[in-house]
């Protein structure tokens, strides 16, 4: 008897196209945990700040054999947290907005980024408002996604809206652990593809946010990745990705099944030490848009 079952559909993946980045990095010389302004940091757990450098080192070189520029700035002695450079700023177009952070003992960083932004050639815009620079604000097609609810004050969405000209969109964390938005979502694609039209795949973990932001990003990003909180517990979301490869941890195993079947490439590197400060694979990578 012949079979007449219908034939699965097969399954379509979009190709994906790797877009040149430019980012800044710090090295983690001086890390260590001797404070607590996350529920990561445990001062009295030890850590290995010659374990961070050679993980951080792994990262970096991943970039560089992906064909991606990255520069430098100085660690200073005192700030172990200056690692996370995604804080340090938020840039489009040649123009930074400075951080303002708000705890006492990142303080001193914000001005340390706003003088490398300046003697590299880029235009500062001094802050008002209490914001953690590209760790809250996150540029998806043309629009900017800003968290609130534990770092960044949500007058600093009206500020960086007034900055940048951009829809700023504010989203609200509610889960401690995910304190700021790029532990709780990731940018995937490109910020334009072919023939100028944009796209914006992200990748979240739904239970992160307060219901009406879960709600936005239901309405804008309906085929985005919802991710287990197994995958977000280990920072998985907390990736940098050039639209075709995402740079993610190892520990994420269902965010890696999850990319490779949207034609994504997941490249795996281990911050694990870095992890203890409550920082991950984009905590330390602060994208430079020129």
């Not at 969405?157 to 700021?180: I, W």
């Not at 795996?268 to 694979?281: C, F, K, R, T, W």
Request: net charge negative.
């Amino acid at each position: 008897m012949q079979n007449t079952a219908p034939a699965p559909e097969a399954t379509v993946v979009e190709a994906r196209i790797q877009q040149h980045r430019r980012y800044l990095m710090c090295r983690p010389e001086h890390f260590t945990v001797s404070y607590t302004i996350n529920p990561w940091m445990e001062p009295a757990n030890p850590t290995d700040t010659a374990l961070a450098v050679r993980q951080w080192q792994a990262l970096y070189d991943t970039y560089l054999a992906l064909g991606h520029e990255v520069q430098l700035i100085d660690p200073i002695e005192g700030l172990p947290d200056m690692v996370y450079t995604a804080n340090g700023g938020f840039v489009i177009a040649g123009v930074a907005y400075g951080a303002k952070f708000r705890f006492q003992e990142r303080v001193p960083e914000g001005p340390a980024f706003m003088e490398w932004f300046r003697d590299n050639g880029y235009e500062v815009v001094d802050p008002r408002e209490v914001n953690e620079g590209e760790g809250d604000f996150l540029l998806v097609g043309d629009t900017i996604l800003a968290g609130t609810g534990f770092r960044s004050t949500g007058d600093s969405h009206s500020e960086l809206r007034d900055v940048f000209g951009k829809e700023v969109v504010s989203l609200t964390l509610v889960d401690p652990r995910f304190y700021h938005l790029d532990t709780a979502i990731a940018v995937l694609d490109p910020v334009q593809g072919p023939g100028g039209v944009e796209s914006a795949n992200i990748a979240y973990l739904e239970h992160a946010f307060d219901e009406r932001s879960q709600a936005v990003l239901a309405e804008r990003y309906p085929d985005a990745i919802r991710v287990s909180d197994a995958d977000g517990a280990v920072f998985g979301l907390n990736s940098a990705s050039d639209g075709l490869n995402v740079i993610i941890s190892p520990r994420a195993k269902g965010f890696e099944a999850q990319l490779r079947e949207r034609g994504y490439n997941p490249v795996l590197v281990d911050l694990s030490e870095l992890l203890l400060g409550g920082g991950g694979i984009k905590c330390c990578t602060l994208e430079l848009r020129r």
